[in-house]
């Protein structure tokens, strides 16, 4: 029978604070934090005719990249490191931009898809980085999270298909 603390000595010595799959671990952790703000940000400021729909779908959003922040934290427990978690480490380690101060909402859902296609861009090297280290809980788990982004990166991506007098500078106009 295989021992216990010396399979636990494994696991947090091949998954080091430096290890590409930690690392890759800790910015998607702080880019779903991030995400999660920003979502929460669009959610409060939509305005216009689609004020509803879009009001709901980034409450959505954001609970989905809450969803991913748990999972990834828990992940990087499992595997013996901590999460990121003060904000300026947060900020330094994410890849994604934050949320921009606007009156435009089509600027607004913009913003939200080209970082979306950076989360999905990201999230598919830092899966196939785990899958190189062997970590199949890992792989795992970015698949799931990969698969929720493009998802949303869809839905960003039809509503910006709309007419343009329809998504136009609603908070002005409306």
């Known amino acids: 029978m295989p021992d216990v603390h010396e399979a636990e000595r ?3 010595e091949t998954n080091s ?3 590409p799959v930690v690392r890759d671990l800790q910015c998607q952790l ?3 934090l991030l995400a999660f703000i920003n979502y929460k940000h669009y959610h409060w400021q939509v305005s216009g005719p689609w004020f509803r729909d879009l009001h709901l779908m980034f409450d959505e959003f954001a609970k ?3 969803e991913a922040l748990d999972e990834i934290a ?7 490191q901590d999460p990121v978690f003060l904000l300026d480490e947060v900020a330094r380690r994410a890849t994604i931009r934050p949320a921009a101060i606007r009156d435009d909402m089509r600027a607004m859902i913009q913003e939200a898809d080209e970082n979306a296609i950076l989360l999905i861009s990201e999230v598919r090297q830092a899966a196939l980085n785990a899958d190189e280290a062997e970590d199949p ?4 788990l970015l698949s799931k999270i990969v698969r929720v ?3 949303q990166e869809w839905y960003l991506r039809e509503v910006l298909k709309s007419p343009s007098g329809l998504l ?3 908070r002005k106009a409306g």
């Open 17 to 19: 604070p430096e290890h």
């Open 137 to 140: 809980g890992t792989v795992d």
């Open 74 to 80: 828990e992940r990087l427990r499992m595997i013996g």
């Open 10 to 12: 494994q696991i947090t």
């Open 64 to 66: 989905e990249a809450a």
């Open 149 to 151: 982004y493009e998802k």
């Open 30 to 32: 702080a880019n779903a």
């Open 168 to 170: 136009g500078n609603s």
